[in-house]
């Protein structure tokens, strides 16, 4: 466990982060001026983080944390039989809520804004439905590589999303039609050879 002081450093610096954001973009935050805002020396900065890609990566890591945990209380709730179906909405459904819930960071994942933050927030995003795949494999016999369909399952989201968004629809819409349109896919057994 982190020493108390070492977390509030962190968090300090991640909050002044965070704050920054909603002025300039990543690209343009400096190592000064984010250690002046969180009132943190460089020294002290330095001996946690090698740069602000570090810092920005930890922000994410604690989501995938926070996500993860998520994810098992709710495959333990709602999934006690391991359905294929069951477990892809409880990967969306924690993808949501953690987006949503912390959307005074996420909001700044815009690839023409902030690429660095899109792509990292993206790969994540990636990495964590492959895995999911992944584990899905030794119970089903795909018809594609589990990158394969944690790509298509990820572009087809985000763009459903996205476009969702352009067209206004509340959050409660979005997380119904998205939550409908994967387990539409799912259950067509177009994944698996098997069928669901």
Do not use: W
């Not at 704050?19 to 935050?29: P, V, Y």
């Not at 792509?119 to 795949?133: A, C, D, G, K, N």
């Not at 994967?182 to 057994?189: A, E, N, Q, V, Y």
């Amino acid at each position: 466990m982190e020493d108390r002081r070492i977390t509030k450093t962190k968090k300090a610096l991640k909050e002044a982060m965070v704050a920054m954001l909603d002025k300039e973009t990543f690209e343009q935050i400096s190592i000064t001026e984010l250690c002046r805002k969180a009132e943190v020396s460089r020294i002290t900065f330095y001996a946690h983080y090698s740069d602000k890609y570090a810092l920005a990566d930890d922000i994410f890591n604690d989501m995938v944390e926070l996500g993860t945990a998520d994810y098992r209380r709710r495959q333990q709730e709602n999934n006690p039989y391991n359905s294929l179906v069951a477990g892809y909405v409880n990967v969306l459904e924690c993808i949501l809520d953690l987006y949503y819930d912390r959307i005074d960071f996420f909001r700044h994942t815009d690839p023409d804004r902030n690429p660095y933050l899109a792509i990292r927030f993206y790969t994540l995003v990636l990495e964590t439905v492959e895995m999911h795949t992944s584990h899905i494999r030794r119970k089903l016999q795909l018809k594609y590589s589990p990158k394969k369909i944690a790509g298509f399952v990820c572009y087809g989201m985000l763009g459903f999303i996205n476009e969702s968004h352009e067209e206004k629809a509340s959050l409660e819409e979005i997380r119904r039609e998205s939550r409908r349109l994967l387990t539409d896919l799912l259950r067509s057994g177009v994944l698996t050879e098997e069928g669901v």
